[in-house]
């Protein structure tokens, strides 16, 4: 837990593992530990629960849906989970998959209102905007979406040789088959709903490899900063600084795995100007050095 929302609600983040991909796999179900908090919450990656067997009630955000046979819930981050009926809801079964966006790689988009324009993410879009989706598995096609979670959580247990790519293949025709179901709401998902996030996000998305600060991107919104805080923090659950800087150490961890460039030339990069003010920042939010982080990525 990182934290709490301005309700008090805790706030989950993916604690990624250097050398590992950053995916997780959980068994949902009578035959399986029940989760460490069934209590409302929010996360800041994202989240897909697919159930095999239905039970019970899931709430998200301000809906409450019948669990059925066959859903998928796709939660974008800063959505507030919790369970709505418990008394049926050890009868559930299924999976959760719990990743952050940088899992697909360097091409995909930081700030979560851009994801509309990736084939894999965009379906996490009208969750970020303030309303997770359920989506439907047709009765013919659930044998396969159950052997390719089971395969999944295989490979993440094992590690067998070239299970990070199979990893990421799997997770692949997961979000294929995600997108797929989603399609015919695609024309539902209407940038002018949230006409500020995008602004502020593009804005983040635009120039966090400069040195900006909450006061540059409420002047771009025409917002007070403390108006600007509120309402993001009430959508997302994250503070705009906390955004910026999110968007920063996803670029600096890509950067410092993939390229030879200096932690100094990192930090200049993703926008920080002290290299001091960037180790500290990056040990802060990762409990490990730069430099760490790059040893023990390439191993």
């Not at 669990?67 to 507030?80: K, L, Q, R, T």
């Not at 940038?191 to 966090?208: N, S, T």
């Not at 200096?262 to 930090?267: K, Q, R």
């Amino acid at each position: 837990m990182r934290g709490r929302r301005e309700d008090g609600l805790p706030i989950y983040t993916y604690e990624a593992v250097p050398g590992v991909p950053p995916v997780s796999v959980m068994r949902m179900g009578r035959s399986s530990a029940p989760p460490p908090d069934v209590r409302a919450h929010s996360h800041d990656f994202l989240v897909l629960a697919y159930f095999e067997r239905g039970g019970g009630s899931l709430r998200l955000g301000d809906r409450e849906w019948r669990i059925e046979a066959g859903d998928i819930y796709v939660v974008a981050p800063g959505e507030v989970v919790g369970v709505g009926d418990a008394s049926a809801h050890e009868e559930a079964e299924g999976w959760g998959i719990f990743f952050p966006p940088e899992v697909l790689g360097a091409q995909a988009p930081g700030a979560f209102l851009s994801w509309r324009a990736h084939p894999l993410l965009f379906p996490f879009v009208r969750g970020a905007a303030g309303g997770a989706q359920r989506l439907k598995v047709p009765p013919g096609d659930r044998p396969s979406w159950s052997e390719r979670l089971s395969a999944l959580d295989l490979e993440l247990r094992q590690r067998r040789d070239g299970y990070r790519e199979a990893v990421l293949a799997y997770l692949t025709l997961l979000l294929v088959g995600v997108g797929r179901l989603a399609a015919d709401i695609v024309g539902n998902l209407r940038l002018k709903d949230e006409p500020l996030l995008a602004e502020v996000f593009g804005f983040i998305e635009e120039h966090y490899h400069e040195p900006i600060s909450l006061r540059d991107v409420a002047q771009t919104v025409s917002l007070s900063r403390g108006h600007l805080t509120t309402v993001v923090r009430r959508k997302t659950g994250r503070t705009v600084q906390e955004w910026i800087a999110e968007r920063r150490m996803v670029e600096a961890r890509r950067l410092l795995v993939e390229t030879d460039l200096s932690v100094e030339e990192v930090g200049r990069r993703v926008g920080y100007v002290d290299a001091g003010y960037f180790v500290r920042s990056f040990r802060r939010a990762h409990d490990i050095t730069p430099l760490g982080w790059r040893r023990a990525g390439r191993p």
